[in-house]
């Protein structure tokens, strides 16, 4: 699931991770813990089977999104075992120099396939928690996300779930989810109705429309997210979502370019229903965060995670031209959108402060459809 790239771009891309490192703070002495094929070299005062409360595992802690939720679990205290899906991937992470006398304390770090059932299970044991941020990508690094890596993707859920549930450690999972997975359906509001249509964690992608589309990025996470669900219902684990809009923040267009085009494919119609919009990396790391450490009061379900709604031709020229994608969203940068749908994340805002409540994965519909 790796993307190729020239030497010049991978270093650039290493040197931002190691910027982003340094950003973060904390100077200790980190472990790395490779073991072959996925398997791990367990702490000496592990038990087989008893995780420590603060040991969790990040699958995709390489990619943008997952290594800054790496960064904010260390912040938080956590020891953090990294699954990691090739042998570029683990040199990368020793080349920021998080390991090491400058790195930063309590990272592990495996191989692991999101696709190997065996190998998930041996990384995620002895971790209480897991955080599913890996996603498949376009091996070319380019746009070219396909109707087959969409079914890749929906593998890949089911199998990271289904290793929490086998896996007697783990508790707790949080899946990276997407926006996209909720605002794809057909208009069924009229454009002259007074209140506009809210898109919440209640809504979910049509999967028809998604395909006539052929918005196969936007099918891929509507189909591995019910698929996690499914994975998981009546199951021994809890699980939550988190459902970012597209990613931002320092270096995204190098470090998260291939997902960002995948994800504009149908960026204009985004626009014209008040749908497109952006999130910071940093933001959605700690909505990571936040819902974990609330899974074991209040959080439950789905989060929509985002910062800002582009409503103006020339707020969507500017994100094509820090994407260096002209024309991709709008091809008026002085028309502005009106206001059809309103998305809300006040679920997620209100997360802090909200009661204590019980919460089942019923009352989401995660059909096959």
Not at 60 to 77: E, Y
Not at 356 to 362: K, Q, V
Request: aromatic share 6%; charged share 25%; with cysteine.
């Amino acid at each position: 699931m790796g993307v190729l790239r020239s030497t010049e771009s991978l270093e650039a891309e290493i040197e931002e991770m190691r910027e982003a490192l340094l950003r973060s703070g904390g100077i200790g002495r980190a472990h790395v813990r490779k073991a072959g094929s996925g398997s791990v070299r367990r702490r000496a005062d592990g038990d087989g089977g008893v995780g420590d409360e603060r040991t969790v595992c990040v699958t995709g802690g390489i990619s943008f999104v997952g290594f800054a939720v790496v960064n904010h679990l260390l912040d938080r205290g956590y020891t953090v075992r990294l699954a990691l899906e090739t042998q570029e991937d683990m040199d990368k992470l020793r080349e920021t120099e998080m390991f090491g006398e400058m790195g930063r304390d309590g990272v592990w770090a495996v191989m692991a396939s999101v696709m190997d059932l065996e190998s998930l299970c041996r990384a995620f044991d002895g971790c209480v928690g897991v955080f599913h941020t890996s996603s498949v990508v376009d091996p070319g690094g380019l746009s070219g996300y396909s109707k087959h890596m969409a079914q890749m993707e929906v593998r890949a859920a089911e199998l990271v779930v289904e290793a929490c549930v086998r896996t007697q450690s783990v508790r707790r999972c949080v899946f990276t989810s997407s926006l996209l997975a909720c605002v794809w359906r057909e208009n069924s509001t009229p454009r002259s109705s007074r209140r506009p249509t809210i898109v919440d964690e209640n809504c979910w992608s049509d999967q028809r429309v998604c395909r006539d589309k052929k918005l196969w990025f936007a099918l891929g996470k509507t189909m591995a997210e019910k698929a996690a669900w499914r994975a998981a219902r009546g199951r021994d684990v809890k699980l939550v979502t988190v459902c970012p809009a597209l990613v931002t923040g320092p270096g995204f267009l190098r470090r998260n370019s291939t997902s960002s085009i995948a994800y504009l494919k149908g960026a204009q119609d985004m626009l014209t229903e008040g749908l497109l919009a952006t999130t910071d990396v940093e933001k959605v790391a700690e909505a990571h965060v936040a819902v974990y450490e609330a899974m074991s009061s209040t959080a439950c379900g789905r989060y929509i995670c985002y910062d800002h709604v582009i409503r103006s031709g020339e707020e969507a020229a500017e994100l094509e031209r820090q994407l260096g994608l002209p024309n991709r969203v709008s091809r008026d940068a002085h028309a502005d959108c009106p206001t059809w749908v309103e998305l809300s994340n006040r679920k997620l805002s209100r997360l802090s402060s909200s009661r204590r409540r019980r919460c089942t994965y019923d009352i989401y519909s995660i059909s096959q459809e």
